[in-house]
């Protein structure tokens, strides 16, 4: 089967780092995800790791370790309005749809 | 761009009629993906095409559910008939590529009463 770990919840302070983990276990791989989605709102596209390391855009960062099977989403200098719901995704083989991750609630206090 | 379109945003239905979710994908776009999300079962991509052909149904949760995609910017969900556990928030994405990003339209909250 196919699967994706993160987890259920994450809280920080403003000005804060944080990490959200994801793990993977699928029959392939052909790259990594993560979309943002706030209450009520629809995911929004953040990234996309194909191979290992570090990509980074603006305050979000994401990282992919394949032989681990491995990735998270870093996000700095947090802000309130970054909290939201954060999902990992893997497309396990080149044209296959992306498997989804149940999701992060992240909250961000003052 | 005017980023992916849906409609209706809202539609509240009672049980036994046939629901249909609209979606236009952003232009040049070949990919589109229809998902549902509830909080017990979270985000479950339904239907997948690929230059307008249905690649991967396998998620459609039986016969009442059929999608369409006629042409390029047009596609279609249907569920007829419709039941209280269809209730969720429906999402058309589009993808200028099998391997990109998915983009989001804004989704369409049903419910079945």
């Given at each position: 089967g196919q699967s994706l770990e993160q987890p259920s919840e994450v809280t920080a302070v403003e000005g804060a780092i944080v990490q959200i983990n994801c793990t993977y276990q699928t029959s392939g791989f052909y790259g990594l995800s993560w979309y943002q989605q706030h209450d009520g709102g629809a995911p929004t596209f953040l990234s996309y790791n194909a191979l290992d390391g570090l990509e980074e855009t603006g305050r979000f960062s994401s990282f992919l370790s394949r032989s681990d099977s491995y990735g998270y989403l870093l996000l700095q200098?947090?802000?309130?309005?970054?909290s939201a719901s954060y999902f990992c995704a893997v497309r396990g083989q080149a044209g296959t749809a992306l498997i989804f991750g149940k999701g992060t609630t992240l909250s961000v206090s003052s | 761009d005017a980023g992916v379109i849906q409609s209706p945003r809202h539609e509240v239905t009672e049980m036994g009629q046939e629901v249909t979710l609209r979606c236009k994908p952003i232009s040049g776009h070949n990919s589109l993906f229809w998902y549902r999300q509830t909080m017990m079962r979270g985000l479950e991509l339904l239907i997948y095409f690929n230059n307008n052909v249905p690649?991967?149904?396998?998620?459609?949760?039986?016969?009442?559910f059929s999608a369409k995609m006629?042409?390029?910017?047009f596609s279609t969900l249907k569920i007829?008939?419709?039941?209280?556990?269809?209730s969720a928030v429906y999402f058309c994405a589009s993808s200028p590529g099998r391997d990109f990003g998915q983009y989001f339209g804004p989704g369409t909250r049903l419910t079945v009463t």
């Open positions: 200098e947090l802000q309130m309005k970054d | 690649i991967d149904d396998s998620g459609m949760p039986e016969d009442r006629p042409n390029a910017s007829q008939p419709s039941e209280p556990r269809d």
